[in-house]
């Protein structure tokens, strides 16, 4: 008999998948700036290189005040920071 999942192993499941379709390389095209943008869920989400060569991410909608965040060491920090920012973060 198939072993059924717990609730704990869904909602990890769950955060997988959101995550998968957060990262998705075809979502994610580039500006002419060079940065990383998407979409998702109604909110233009980018991560960029600052100045200081660090990296940050901004999430900017019509509906809500634009929130950055800055100072990772790379792209992928970066990234993740903002998968956790907007709550798709496994």
Not at 35 to 63: A, M
């Amino acid at each position: 008999m198939p072993k059924i999942p717990t609730k704990q192993q869904r909602e990890v499941a769950e955060a997988l998948v959101r995550w998968a379709e957060f990262e998705d390389p075809k979502e994610w095209t580039r500006t002419k700036r060079g940065n990383l943008t998407r979409v998702y869920d109604g909110s233009r989400v980018t991560v960029f290189k600052q100045p200081d060569e660090s990296f940050g991410w901004c999430i900017s909608s019509n509906e809500d005040e634009t929130t950055f965040g800055e100072g990772y060491e790379n792209s992928e920090d970066a990234m993740t920071a903002l998968g956790e920012a907007l709550g798709v973060s496994p």
